[in-house]
């Protein structure tokens, strides 16, 4: 009887020290939960990257030119995947293309080795003063650019962009 007394002692132990331990743990993701819901501006709902909205900027001065333009960062693993295509769009560009490769430039070599034969290429500051500028949220991000600069047309996928080619103005 004794030892059936001791189990359910260390039982109700074990039980009381998980009670104080979840506490714990509950307390620290409200808290988290609060400061991601503070970073994210006050809700949690999933933001949906459109890139129509691009539609009828301008790109800066020294950006405008191009017709396909390309904005690439060097941590993004789509970006890498889909560099090859934008290669392969920009050889068949008679109005040349951009690509806008954002992160760090140490990194960024493998992308502009790739794009520079076919592409101007923009990279470091210059790089995300441009992004910035046109309002980019998403890499990557291929635009369709008219002949002063202004977007006509803007995806995240390179295949709709091919086929809508900007007339000359």
């Known amino acids: 009887m004794a030892f059936l007394i001791a189990a359910v002692v260390l039982v109700g132990l074990l039980c009381l020290l998980n009670l104080v331990l979840m506490t714990g743990v509950l307390r620290r993701l409200r808290e988290h939960t609060a400061e991601l819901q503070r970073l994210a501006g006050g809700g949690m709902a999933p933001m949906v990257y459109d890139p129509r909205v691009l539609v009828g900027r301008e790109l800066p001065r020294d950006a405008a030119g191009p017709r396909l333009v390309g904005f690439f960062d060097v941590d993004c693993d789509t970006c890498h995947e889909k560099a090859p295509q934008f290669v392969a769009a ?3 560009e008679d109005g040349g293309a951009l690509a806008v490769v954002s992160g760090d430039p140490g ?3 493998d992308l ?3 794009m520079s034969g076919v592409a101007k290429v923009v990279t470091g500051d210059d790089a995300l003063r441009i992004a910035d500028a046109v309002g980019i949220s998403a890499f990557p991000t291929f635009l369709r650019t008219g ?3 202004v977007v006509v047309a803007a995806d995240t996928e ?3 962009l091919v086929t809508h080619r ?3 103005a």
Do not use: C, F, I, N
Request: proline share 6%.
């Open 90 to 92: 920009a050889r068949d």
């Open 107 to 109: 990194k960024a070599d």
């Open 112 to 114: 502009v080795e790739l």
């Open 147 to 149: 002949a002063e600069g």
């Open 158 to 160: 390179l295949t709709g």
């Open 166 to 168: 900007a007339h000359p």
